[in-house]
């Protein structure tokens, strides 16, 4: 029985990007993705000119050893074409792409790997992730400075220390043969989604007893749901034992599908390379990957770089702290000047006191303190003043309340109930209480005298 694939291929431009930088590849043995940078000038032309070089080499070989062969000098070739195509064109300088490929021989794989594209193999229900990522925070993950969980969320996540394109004439790539066996499913993905769906999450929809099909459209589709930041391309192949060999249409997905042509003039010769298109210069999409070198001298100036950002991140932090509590504290002096500008009658112990400030307090600071004692017992107040007293009597100023001390020394020595606050009456008794008015009784007349016999009174 013979060793077949059976694969499928799906990319989408996600939900940020304007545009598919992404590229895909299920074909015959060879199975591929690759995700462009450059913006939107260069990205979607890095990853199709490098998928199309590398699409020549589908067929049979051999061996692993010369798939592998195969792999390293169509990448040579496609880093190459990159090159020339900027030189041609100098408005995609920087451009480049990551690139992970498999070829299927018997039942081993050669792998080719540059960037942070990933391939995965789902083994008897076990998800691997089998290449590792070019980027900078792998690079302190794997030396230690940082842990996993804190590169998902390190600001440096999307730096790239190796990529096919002008930057490097001779790209390290990582290749590797490695056996394959039925049962087994290969999975290649751009980061659109291994960068923002769990590892869980993609091992479940893999160990679905689904077609290639059906787990690619999935896996798209929980990368959508979660987001989808950036372009997704995935590919899925599954390994199996047949007696007949199936016919293999090859699927070619995202910019490398696009059917409009792009003339590539090489000193005097003209080639032409279907499914491509140059744009013209405009700005970067948000938040690309791109390209740092990957020397170690560079990597500790960036590991440095990293520390004086942090280091200025909790300084900007710290003084913001700062300049809040300032105005809490600007906010809170003011509120306590103005409460220093009232002032109220009340008790304080047997004796009436002008407190300055205001009855309130906040928590154990009390908004007022006494001004000024009087020697005015409470006690010896009427009982409706001595009610006002004790309810306290606000007062506008230090004036208007030795004004209300004064009646209050009135009421203590009359004895007479008076409205004392000074919104009320301050000379009559307390409101709704009526003054009675004392009765007077006339006194009554003399008694007149009768006037003698014979005389006449004239009045």
Known sequence: MAIVTVSAAVSHVGKIRSNNQDSGFAGQTLFAVADGMGGHAGGDVASALALTRLIEIDGEYNSAVDAEFALQEAITAANAVLTETVYEHPELTGMGTTLSALVRVGHSVALAHIGDSRVYRLREDVLTQITVDHTFVQRLVDSGRITAEEAKTHPRRSVLMRVLGDVDAAPEVDLQVMDTRPGDRWMLCSDGLSGVVEHD?????????????????????????????????????????????????????????????????????TSRIPGLRLHPRSPASSGPSHFEPGSEDYLDELIE??????????????????????????????????????????????????????????????LSHVFQETDIETDMLPPYTKRQVENTISADSVTAALEIVKRLSDAAATGIDQDVDPAGDSTGAPTGTATPTPTTTAPAPAPTEAPPAGEVTTP
């Open 201 to 269: 999450e993609i091992e479940e929809i893999l160990k679905a007893n689904i077609t290639p099909g059906d787990a690619a459209d999935a896996l798209l589709k929980v990368s959508l749901d979660h987001g989808a930041p950036d372009n997704v391309t995935v590919v899925v192949v599954d390994v199996h034992q047949s007696i007949e060999v199936p016919e293999v249409e090859p699927v070619t997905v995202g910019s490398a599908a696009k059917p409009i042509a792009f003339e590539q003039t090489v000193g005097r010769r």
């Open 305 to 366: 770089e990293d520390r004086r950002r942090g280091r200025r991140r909790k300084a900007t932090w710290l003084v913001g702290v700062l300049i809040v509590l300032g105005i809490v504290a600007g906010v809170l002096y003011a509120g306590y000047q103005w409460t220093q500008t009232r002032y109220y009658v009340s008790q304080s112990g047997p004796y009436v006191a002008i407190y300055q400030g205001v009855q309130q307090s906040i928590g154990p600071i009390a």
